[in-house]
């Protein structure tokens, strides 16, 4: 929850915690990497969905978002429901692995069951300012 000046509410009680990214029905394993050279979290999300018997792993969709905070609120940057390989059980961008300026990232997954490396180049709205 946020307060009126869009900063967190914390809380120890579980019940008026809320949450921070809803996709019913759309969320699986994800990682999040904060990319210090475009100042912003980067959320990788497996999609739970598939019509493989071995499930995403083998077959089905994936999301990347991103954000300013940890909290939100959080953007579509790429959506597929159906990438060209099973987008595995886990995914995410390792900090080590980004360039300087956060343009370039490489995500690591375990797409078709297999440790599997893809580079991604950012292409950034040009009226984008951090």
Request: charge should be positive; charged fraction near 20%.
């Amino acid at each position: 929850n946020l307060d009126f000046k869009g900063k967190p509410v914390w809380t120890p009680n579980v019940d008026k915690r809320g949450p921070v990214f809803l996709h019913f029905g759309n969320c699986y394993r994800g990682g999040i990497t904060y990319n210090p050279g475009i100042q912003r979290y980067i959320w990788c999300q497996i999609l739970p969905e598939s019509i493989h018997k071995g499930g995403p792993r083998f077959q089905g969709g994936f999301g990347i978002y991103e954000a300013p905070e940890p909290w939100g609120p959080w953007r579509t940057a790429f959506f597929t429901t159906e990438w060209d390989v099973g987008p595995g059980e886990t995914s995410n961008f390792p900090s080590k692995w980004m360039s300087q300026d956060g343009r370039t990232m490489q995500l690591v997954f375990s797409g078709d069951d297999f440790f599997s490396i893809r580079k991604a180049q950012l292409i950034i709205n040009p009226n984008y300012n951090p």
